[in-house]
């Protein structure tokens, strides 16, 4: 993070227009000309990509660019990706058979399932395992969308608060000392935030459900169908390599334990050097080799029918690599600003650092945000709390930096990686979602007087 102190001084706040201007294009373009930005949308990711490279170039010299960007794109995009095309692939060699009907309580338990996953096989990976499962028994209903939202929400982001697995934010916790089962204290958080959104989508979708039997749409589901139906999993192997992901995230962690990988006394990840101050750390090297070879063994080993009774395409995968890639790159200024400023922000209350924190981790990539926001805790110069590599952090501020990182991520579709990927998925089995202010209106709605509570319960 010091490496950007002196380059954050001199680099001006308007370098982050361009990524303005990617939100912007992904919140307004669609509603304008949905078919515009179907067939133009890497153009435009690609237009504002370089309205920030050219510049920045021509201001700071070729080689620091190709250092920011080698830096954001191999050591935090590729990384992101392969786990992301690791996930989607193993998820979709998974089915769950037999006849669900989107019932309000079907719905409940699914989405209740998911955010109880969330935390032990990641967002990502519970998201990517029950979205389609949630897709399909619902195909017969008009309204739909709300059960889609709800399962962002609960099972793409607060659900993943209790582990370092969960959500990445906690991850780079754990990496810088934080204890791997410290975050379980979030635990009283999720059960209120939890509780409170799965009580208010069961209200919702059953008064939704009624509208749609009244209005004369039932699920084709006799006595006679359920039990000459029954559910089973489908494609169970890929439990295994979905375990192989899991383990690999927490074998990254640990390596750096030892001395093969890590120096002890400076926390410096060995690694092999890419370009002139970006090296690839061997731990995430053996973590991507991992993930590769789980997906590639999905694939070889799965039956193609299960995937084809999953309605399993590419398409989501390769709109959320595009569409990250610009977003990837755009964020470069945002961070170097953030780690210029980010301790001179003033923050010292935890209701500060919550709402800080998940404010920007709303909009930005929420792992960054948190370790920004967990360096300027550890340089507060306290000497009772948890010590970490960055310092010793008092834990009311610890748990907020955590609770509003993990749980703000849901704000928006970018908030977090699942959530677009869900969307993408959605969309593809043509569930009309809202857009991406829309979305922003549910959470405005239902996230944010929730925030507030939890603030003035646990932060005050």
Wanted: aromatic share 12%; glycine share 10%.
């Amino acid at each position: 993070m010091d490496s950007h102190q002196g380059l954050g001084e001199t680099l001006p706040l308007w370098s982050v227009a361009p990524f303005v201007g990617v939100l912007l294009s992904i919140a307004i373009i669609p509603l304008v000309n949905a078919h515009f930005w179907e067939r133009h949308m890497f153009k435009i990711i690609l237009f504002w990509s370089f309205l920030f490279l050219a510049p920045f170039g021509m201001r700071y010299g070729g080689h620091l660019l190709v250092m920011e960007l080698l830096h954001i794109l191999v050591l935090d995009y590729l990384p992101f990706i392969v786990l992301l095309f690791g996930l989607f692939a193993v998820s979709g060699g998974i089915i769950l058979r037999g006849t669900l009907a989107g019932t309000p309580k079907v719905n409940l338990g699914l989405v209740l399932a998911g955010t109880l996953l969330a935390s032990w096989i990641g967002t990502t990976g519970a998201s990517m395992l029950l979205i389609r499962p949630l897709i399909r028994a619902n195909q017969w209903r008009e309204k739909k969308a709300h059960v889609v939202i709800f399962f962002i929400f609960l099972v793409s982001n607060i659900g993943g608060c209790l582990t370092p697995i969960g959500d990445p934010p906690l991850f780079l916790g754990f990496l810088r000392g934080v204890p791997f089962f410290w975050t379980m204290r979030l635990l009283p958080m999720l059960a209120f935030i939890g509780g409170t959104l799965l009580t208010v989508m069961f209200i919702l979708d059953t008064h939704l459900y009624r509208k749609e039997v009244a209005a004369g749409r039932t699920p084709e589901i006799s006595l006679e169908t359920a039990c000459a139906d029954p559910h089973k999993l489908d494609g169970l192997r890929n439990l295994v390599f979905l375990g192989m992901i899991v383990g690999s995230v927490i074998l990254s962690g640990n390596l750096l334990n030892l001395e093969a990988f890590a120096n002890p006394a400076t926390r410096e990840i060995y690694g092999w050097e890419v370009f002139e101050g970006v090296s690839l750390g061997y731990n995430t090297m053996i973590q991507m080799a991992i993930i590769l070879l789980a997906a590639f063994l999905s694939m070889k080993l799965t039956p193609k029918c299960i995937r084809e009774d999953n309605f399993f395409t590419w398409d989501p995968l390769k709109e959320v690599a595009k569409l990250f890639l610009g977003i990837f790159i755009t964020l470069i200024p945002a961070l170097i600003l953030l780690d210029a400023y980010g301790a001179a922000l003033g923050l010292s209350t935890p209701l500060a650092f919550f709402w800080t924190t998940g404010g920007l981790s709303s909009f930005l990539d929420n792992a960054p945000t948190y370790l920004v926001f967990l360096s300027a805790a550890g340089s507060l110069g306290v000497v009772e709390g948890v010590a970490t590599t960055v310092g010793v952090i008092p834990p009311t501020l610890l748990m907020a930096i955590s609770a509003g990182a993990v749980f703000m991520g849901a704000n928006t579709y970018i908030g977090n990686a699942p959530n677009f990927m869900v969307k993408a998925i959605a969309e593809e089995n043509h569930v009309k979602m809202p857009s991406f202010l829309g979305y922003m209106g549910w959470s405005a709605c239902f996230l944010l007087p929730l925030f507030v509570l939890t603030s003035l319960i646990f932060f005050r």
